[in-house]
């Protein structure tokens, strides 16, 4: 079966540091892959999704970019975070029939 | 631009009591719709989905909705709510591309 998997869970970082989330899918060939960032009381709001190696969509200008080193590997980055870019970070990969399966999440605090 | 509401921010009910949580989207032709929960410090897990066919769809933990074309809604709904319910709910949509549109959450809390 197919698994989603984030980490770190938990980051505290101070502003102007970087940053590497780094998402890995088990279990599926070719993934279209998502990360989303949830802020108190804003919903999910799409940063980026792949539909395979290299191929990076950007949703929205940003402070964060993203890469797609490997078929299942999806990593989230920043040279240097702002205040900001605190939030509730999650993958996703899209199943066959539309729906979004999401990994743990990765709660970043940026001081 | 397609996009999703749920016009509620908070709901609280009573255990055992019934609920309804609203959603509304807009797009041109009919789109799939979904409904995830997140409980807190946790991802989203899919309750239910609606592509087509049977208008009330049935979920997982005895949840329901219903795809009304004429209001643009798709309502969860549960006859009985247990205090486990508690938790953020998310509706969503997407055309039949490849991107979920989200509604900005409602927060439900289960009195005992």
């Known amino acids: 079966s197919q698994t989603i998997h984030q980490w770190p869970a938990t980051l505290v970082q101070p502003v102007g540091s970087p940053l590497s989330l780094e998402c890995t899918v088990e279990?599926?060939?070719?993934?279209?892959l998502y990360w989303y960032r949830q802020a108190a009381g804003r919903g999910l709001q799409l940063l980026f999704y792949?539909?395979?190696?290299?191929?990076i969509s950007s949703e929205v200008p940003q402070n964060l970019s993203a890469s797609r080193p490997q078929d299942r590997q999806f990593i989230l980055s920043s040279k240097k975070l702002l205040l900001s870019d605190s939030g509730f970070y999650l993958c996703?990969?899209?199943?066959?029939?539309?729906?979004?399966?999401f990994g743990e999440g990765s709660r970043l605090t940026v001081l | 631009a397609q996009s999703v509401t749920q016009p509620d921010i908070h709901i609280t009910v009573s255990e055992g009591a019934s609920l309804e949580l609203r959603c509304n989207y807009s797009?041109?032709?009919?789109?799939?719709l979904f409904w995830y929960v997140q409980s807190p410090g946790q991802g989203l897990q899919l309750l239910l989905k609606?592509?087509?066919?049977?208008?009330l769809v049935q979920g997982i933990k005895g949840f329901e909705a219903e795809f009304k074309r004429s209001q643009s809604s798709f309502n969860l709904r549960k006859p009985s709510v247990h205090w486990s319910d508690a938790a953020e709910y998310f509706c969503?949509?997407?055309?039949?591309?490849?991107?979920?549109?989200f509604g900005t959450g409602t927060q439900l809390k289960v009195e005992l």
């Open positions: 797009y041109g032709a009919t789109p799939y």
């Open positions: 279990g599926t060939s070719n993934p279209n």
């Open positions: 609606y592509f087509s066919g049977d208008t």
């Open positions: 996703a990969w899209i199943g066959n029939t539309g729906e979004l399966f």
């Open positions: 792949s539909v395979g190696i290299g191929q």
């Open positions: 969503a949509s997407t055309g039949g591309g490849n991107k979920l549109t």
